[in-house]
């Protein structure tokens, strides 16, 4: 064969495996890039309308960061729920993540044949539950509750909490003339004289205590110890979470930088709060994202995350939940975390 004719062949046959070559490349770096801007849908469910804990979750929505890790996030509210608690969702698989207090997510942890649920953060490092006092009610310390009016759920764990707070205070819970139901309008309750005192957050007091109508907020886990449970839990179903590590690790690694924007932009947080339905006014959200803010700070001064979920707090609440009989004897208060 002719060496030039030869040479061509030889040529074009390197062409064609060049090609075969370059084409597998940019298929693998075509899949490649699928997959990198391929995002998994999570779905988290609150028991609550947007408020200010939750000031990181919407702000890393809004600022993109879980679509930069990959994930394609919707937030299910109590309005949008249909009266299912975050734990049934999770069950059913309508929801990905569920957010919770620790003595309301006891009962799903602890029930025989329930389904296992798994803990591994938490929207707030500390639990911010109180009694707010009206202005003129001479409620300086938990034992004044003696004789006056407490408005609250009427939950049984609520009843065990104030009588073991009230106890350590030096007086009688059964002295407190107890008003079985749950005040939705703080103001108006204070300012009409409906009650003396109402067990809440103390971010939802703020502005009553700003604006007169409260004489102060007594926190629990201030008086009793036990009682700094562990609020606003993010949770999931075990099942999942033992599949799913790397989705969890992604939504928390959004979440904190949430919580970074929340606490370098009070201001901004809370303009975003508001567009996504959080009822009281952009000024009231700032100071509540920025009380929250507090504890985030301290998380990062203790060099933990601000997504820190203490596992010393969450056994020693289950164990005192145990021994007022509000979970089953012989439950291992350590499940779920």
């Known amino acids: 064969m002719n060496k030039f004719i030869k040479r061509i062949i030889i040529t074009a046959a390197a062409g064609t495996l060049c090609a075969a070559i370059c084409g597998c490349s940019a298929e693998k770096?075509?899949?490649?890039?699928?997959?990198?801007?391929?995002?998994?849908?999570?779905?988290?469910?609150?028991?609550?309308?947007?408020e200010a804990v939750t000031a990181g979750l919407y702000a890393a929505l809004e600022q993109g960061y879980f679509e930069k890790e990959g994930l394609e996030l919707s937030i299910l509210t109590i309005e949008e729920e249909g009266n299912q608690t975050p734990e049934e969702l999770l069950a059913s698989g309508v929801a990905t993540f569920g957010i919770a207090d620790q003595d309301v997510l006891g009962e799903s942890l602890f029930e025989e044949g329930a389904i296992s649920y798994r803990a591994f953060a938490s929207l707030c490092p500390k639990n911010h539950m109180g009694i707010l006092t009206a202005k003129d009610a001479g409620i300086s310390d938990f034992s004044d509750l003696a004789g006056k009016r407490f408005s609250?759920?009427?939950?049984?764990?609520?009843?065990?909490?104030?009588?073991?707070?009230?106890?350590?205070s030096g007086a009688d819970y059964e002295s407190v003339v107890c008003?079985?139901?749950?005040?939705?309008?703080?103001?108006?309750?204070?300012?009409?004289?409906?009650?003396?005192?109402?067990?809440?957050q103390e971010d939802q007091g703020l502005w009553?205590?700003?604006?007169?109508?409260?004489?102060?907020?007594?926190?629990?886990?201030?008086?009793?110890?036990?009682?700094?449970?562990?609020?606003?839990?993010?949770?999931?179903?075990?099942?999942?979470?033992?599949?799913?590590?790397?989705?969890?690790?992604?939504?928390?690694?959004a979440l904190e930088k949430g919580?970074?924007?929340?606490?370098?932009?009070?201001?901004?947080?809370?303009?975003?709060?508001?567009?996504?339905?959080?009822?009281?006014?952009?000024?009231i959200l700032e100071e509540e994202v920025t009380l929250f803010s507090e504890d985030w700070k301290a998380c990062k001064e203790q060099g933990q995350k601000t997504t820190f979920l203490s596992a010393e707090r969450w056994t020693r609440f289950y164990a005192w939940m145990l021994e007022k009989g509000f979970i089953p004897e012989g439950s291992n208060v350590a499940t779920g975390i």
Do not use: H
């Open 259 to 283: 919580n970074q924007y929340a606490m370098t932009y009070p201001k901004s947080a809370a303009k975003i709060l508001k567009r996504f339905g959080a009822v009281e006014s952009e000024e």
């Open 152 to 168: 609250y759920n009427k939950w049984e764990v609520e009843d065990a909490m104030m009588t073991d707070v009230m106890a350590a």
């Open 29 to 50: 770096k075509k899949e490649k890039k699928k997959e990198e801007t391929e995002s998994f849908q999570v779905v988290v469910a609150l028991d609550y309308m947007p």
């Open 179 to 200: 008003i079985p139901n749950a005040v939705t309008d703080i103001k108006k309750a204070l300012e009409e004289g409906i009650t003396d005192a109402i067990f809440c």
């Open 208 to 253: 009553a205590l700003e604006n007169g109508y409260a004489g102060s907020f007594l926190p629990i886990n201030e008086k009793v110890e036990t009682l700094d449970y562990c609020t606003n839990v993010i949770f999931s179903t075990e099942k999942w979470a033992k599949k799913n590590a790397k989705i969890i690790d992604a939504f928390l690694k």
